[in-house]
């Protein structure tokens, strides 16, 4: 199983129920009801970070799955650092208590302006290498997300976790790993509380419609391998959040 597949269904670096759905789909090859099952399971259930998972079996029955499939699929979780395991008390979701607390630091340190600021040196040139490396599986993941995002105009927090998952999910397009997990990076920080402030004040209906309307201009671009269409759609969505945060700070 190729990590990158299992790192393109995080949201804003939580551990979803969707993760563990695409890591067994992608061992096991559910049949299409098993695949509307857990697809609910993706709309309702999350795991944060810390928490810990459900025993093998429970996660064997939820999925309707083999003990052995699940535990493949947290073999493959556990390597790329999504996930530890301790003796004698289960598996948890992130990495080691250091690693974690290393990236509590950081987001600590960054504003949302310094966050934006980031993701527009990275995103952009990120962006066009998923023109070149997208598979087709990418494209119809990022296209079952953006339908999430745009059933949740009216609810920020849904929203907000449709969102980062798009971008991650263009992250994982590029095919790079160290792109991807700096943007695993970045969507933690967008989980901190300066963040969560600022998308009250930022996400109104009109606000994420329009942004809606720009992911989808931005999917297109990538589906048509227009490199250069997507490297400015994605600059120009960007630029936008920024303005938004500067409005959003003004008196």
Known sequence: MKGSIVLGTLALLGLTAAMLFVTLNEVN??????????????????????????????????????????RRALDQLEKAGLVSRRLGSGTFVG??????????????????????????????????????????????????????????VSDKDSFSKWDGEFHLLIAHASGNPLLINVYRQINHVRLHAQWDAMKEKILTP????????????????????????AYALITEHLEKAREDLVKANSP
């Open 29 to 70: 090859r559910m049949q299409t009801a098993q695949q509307a099952y857990a697809a609910r399971a993706i709309e309702t259930g999350a795991y944060g970070e810390g928490d810990r998972l459900p025993p093998e079996r429970e996660l064997a029955a939820t999925f309707q799955a083999a003990r052995s499939t699940v």
């Open 95 to 152: 990495a080691t208590t250091a690693a974690n607390r290393k990236t509590h630091d950081l987001a600590d340190q960054v504003s949302p302006i310094q966050l934006i600021e980031a993701r527009l040196a990275v995103e952009p040139f990120t962006t066009r290498l998923a023109v070149l490396h997208a598979t087709r599986r990418n494209l119809d993941d990022m296209e079952l997300v953006l339908k999430h995002a745009e059933d949740s």
């Open 206 to 229: 009109e606000v994420v419609a329009a942004y809606n309307r720009q992911h989808r201009d931005i999917f297109n671009a990538l589906h048509e391998r227009d490199a250069q269409g």
